[in-house]
């Protein structure tokens, strides 16, 4: 982690990328949840700290090629492999350090205007915690904006246990951090079969324990066996940022910032009594059991009144980034799914099939919503939150070369074998999911054969097999080529004659 030698570095990390973390989500979701989104609208730059294996923060540097991005992360091959990727793009816009966060926070460092730090809270020693905290504080402007997520309480007490024991057996075990985890997994599922009362106590620990079994091992090695664990409530991580000079402005998770999406129905009139916005913060924490917090912080600045609100939301346009005939007006919550109308969703969507629209223009499609604009600005929250939609918060970046350059390493990386499950696009200024056979698709689409389903299933077979892969369907390996290329064929038709061109226009390809 970031003190010392990290005890899981035989493990290299996960390399996603949390799109929560982009400078116009952050900025969109500070709007929702009611606070000027600020520089983070259009940033200058950009700091990461802790980038893990730096594919989130080479993507939105290529995504915004207009703002400088700059990271530091302990571990060398985590800076090793983020170098990779941006000095195989080409990236001119990247700064990457390898250090601890007390050694950088005693570096010479200009202001940024958003900051970023994913997960890592939870991870690290209190030292190093009051380091990156102290960064930030020292480097972000005024109404600059600080993405900080973290695991938190109460969500995660059943499960401390495990860990505990997990890490016990890391530390009386020989042999690599892998097999000292498959060790832990082997104990604690024994121990479940053996009928153990915790388990029977504990509901939510049985059912993590099941849940642990179907993860990503690198992600268990990180999660459990770190030197440092330490899940917090929400109003010990504001008491510590409110010291930083930073107040809490909302969450990223943009269902989180309306309480009837984030709380049962029985425990609104109790949120209505408290004023303390802490303890009403925690109070939702713990009326959604919540285990993971993705909350932004801004320097200085206030609550915006209506007219300061409705300002800044007139400003957005918006993009619909899913083929039409694919919108679904079912939002996942954090408690259940919630389903809109289509009396009020279906005439955004029709809109935007058009263009991008702006919010007056959204505005203007129904008396619904001109007499409840806050009703719009509900509907459009759980679009964006759902990802079929995305708020264009800064005109879309004028070079799209050095994100189509990106892609192209993307897919070249993955006709090796290492798979990345976003694109950069330069109009969104953030990343777009993609499966595997999305990129298997671009692949025979950059070799020019990508014209018929059939021929670029059978350029992605060749493809597999060079890797000593074979496709599966229902989990098992489908042998016959032909019976394969008509397996590829049928899921690469929809992504050539639907999502290319919802890439094309995004800038993508």
């Keep these: ?58 993507l939105l540097a290529a995504a915004n090629p207009d703002v400088a991005f700059e990271g530091c992360d302990l571990i060398a091959e985590n800076v090793a492999h983020a170098r990779r990727l941006v000095d195989g793009a080409k990236l001119q816009n990247v700064t990457l350090a390898q250090a601890s966060f007390e050694d950088y926070a005693a570096q010479d460092g200009g202001d940024v205007d958003v900051a970023a730090m994913h997960g ?60 000292q985890l498959n060790t832990a997994l082997d104990l604690l599922a ?62 990223a998770t943009l269902t989180e910032n309306i309480d009837q999406c984030a709380v049962p129905m029985e425990t609104l009139p109790l949120l209505s009594q408290i004023a303390d916005p802490a303890v009403r913060e925690t109070v939702r924490d713990f009326a959604a059991n919540k285990q993971f917090r993705r909350d932004v912080y801004v320097r200085g600045g206030s609550p915006l009144m209506y007219e300061e609100r409705y300002r800044a939301w007139s400003q957005i346009r918006f993009v619909l980034a899913v083929p039409r005939d694919r919108v679904v007006f079912s939002f996942t919550g954090p408690l259940t799914v919630l389903n809109g109308n289509p009396a009020l969703y279906a005439p955004i969507m029709d809109r935007l099939d058009q263009s991008p629209a702006g919010f007056e223009e959204l505005l203007a499609l129904s008396p619904a919503y001109q007499t409840r604009v806050a009703l719009l600005m509900e509907c459009l929250t759980l679009l964006v939150h ?99 290329i008509e397996f590829l064929a049928e899921h690469m038709q929809s992504i050539l004659e639907q999502a290319v061109p919802v890439w094309r226009r995004l800038g993508v390809l």
Excluded at 135 to 158: D, E, H, K, Q, T
Excluded at 162 to 176: D, E, F, N, W
Aim: glycine share 10%.
């Design 190 to 251: 024994g121990l479940r079969r053996g009928k153990a009362v915790y388990f029977a106590a504990s509901a939510a620990a049985a059912h993590h324990l099941d849940q642990m079994q179907t993860m990503d091992p690198r992600y268990l090695v990180h999660e459990y066996l770190t030197d440092h664990w330490e899940p917090r409530h929400f109003f010990d991580v504001a008491s510590q940022m409110g010291s930083a000079g930073l107040a809490y402005a909302g969450s």
């Design 1 to 58: 982690m970031q003190s010392g030698a990290d005890p899981t570095s035989d493990v290299p990390y996960t390399a996603g990328f949390y799109r929560e973390m982009a400078p116009s989500h952050v900025a969109f979701a500070a709007l929702v949840g009611g606070s000027a989104p600020g520089a983070a609208v259009h940033p200058r730059r950009v700091l990461e700290l802790g980038f893990g294996q730096g594919f989130g923060l080479a």
């Design 120 to 179: 890592v809270l939870t991870w690290i020693s209190p030292a190093a915690r009051k380091a990156a905290i102290g960064i930030v504080a020292r480097r972000l402007r005024p109404g600059g904006l600080f993405y900080v997520s973290y695991n938190c309480l109460p969500g995660w007490a059943p499960m401390e246990p495990i860990r505990r024991l997990a890490l016990t057996v890391k530390q009386r075990s020989a042999g690599t951090s892998l097999e």
């Design 386 to 484: 759902s990802g079929q939609v995305f708020p264009l918060m800064a005109p879309p970046c004028a070079d799209a070369t050095p994100a189509q350059r990106f892609n192209r390493t993307l897919v070249e990386k993955a006709r090796a074998g290492e798979v990345f499950d976003n694109l950069a696009s330069p109009v969104l200024r953030t990343g777009i999911p993609v499966s595997d056979f999305g990129l298997l698709a671009l692949s025979a689409l950059f070799e020019g054969k990508g014209e018929d389903p059939h021929q670029a299933a059978a350029h992605g077979l060749a493809i597999l097999k060079g890797l000593g892969r074979r496709p599966l369907k229902e989990l098992r390996p489908i042998e016959r080529d032909s019976d394969a």
